[in-house]
């Protein structure tokens, strides 16, 4: 049973330049949750996606966007790339709407120069 | 909005001692989830115990075992019989319960401890 699998692990982008980071739940999962994680922090709540749709959001602004597929996967886009977003971005996967057993992917790490 | 507070940035015990990693939060619900995450070098956010805001009793998962106040919004976790395997990154982190009509579903961290493990 895969569990919830990112890519790209790595990835350098200039500042200005567009990503998108990509999300496959785990098997069974419907909810995909984004988080990131900044060097030393713990990780923040960006935006979670159910039934293809946002369905709460974090406190991020709109450079930071989302899709669900119809196969629960999920992107994560990041426009006008800034120093700052440099970090780890994980994904999360749940069942529906209880989400109490929320299962991490081992992140994708963006470098922003 | 909730917050959740790690006061220790980095705790050491030597093997087979029991250590205790202390979290506060701060909330104004009365039904949530708290969890406990382990996040090794690898980076992957591993789920170590969860305690429903609604039982009373502490919740247990072999080593590991929770110290949870309600009243004092502490959450603490106990480490037995350390073993160096358990050198990591620790999240406490708070969920709101979304049957209840909470709010946002994103789990709050904490900034985490650093577990050292002295062999």
């Known amino acids: 049973d895969a569990g919830v699998t990112q890519s790209p692990t790595h990835l350098i982008k200039t500042r200005g330049q567009q990503v998108t980071l990509r999300c496959s739940p785990k098997?069974?999962?419907?909810?995909v949750s984004w988080y990131q994680q900044a060097l030393g922090q713990g990780p923040q709540f960006i935006f979670q996606?159910?039934?293809?749709?946002?369905?709460q959001r974090g406190n991020f602004p709109d450079r930071f966007s989302g899709h669900q597929f119809p196969n629960y996967s999920s992107e994560l886009n990041v426009n006008a790339l800034l120093l700052g977003d440099s970090a780890l971005y994980l994904c999360a996967s749940s069942l529906d709407f209880s989400g109490n057993t929320i299962y991490f992917g081992e992140g994708s790490w963006l470098t922003v120069v | 909005a909730q917050t959740v507070t790690q006061s220790q940035p980095e705790m050491s015990v030597q093997e087979a001692e029991t250590v205790t990693l202390s979290c506060t939060y701060d909330t104004s619900e009365s039904d949530y989830y708290l969890f406990w995450y382990k996040q090794p070098p690898s980076r992957q956010m591993i789920l170590v115990i969860r305690q429903e805001a609604y039982k009373q009793q502490n919740a247990t998962e072999n080593r590991f075992s929770v110290n949870f106040q309600k009243a004092a919004k502490s959450f603490s976790l106990k480490i037995s019989d350390s073993q160096l395997g358990d050198a990591a990154m620790y999240f406490c982190?708070?969920?709101?319960?979304?049957?209840?009509?909470?709010?946002?579903?994103?789990?709050?961290f904490g900034k985490g401890t650093h577990l050292i493990i002295q062999p």
């Open positions: 996606y159910y039934e293809e749709e946002e369905r």
């Open positions: 098997s069974g999962h419907d909810t």
């Open positions: 982190a708070y969920r709101t319960d979304m049957y209840s009509g909470g709010g946002a579903d994103g789990l709050t």
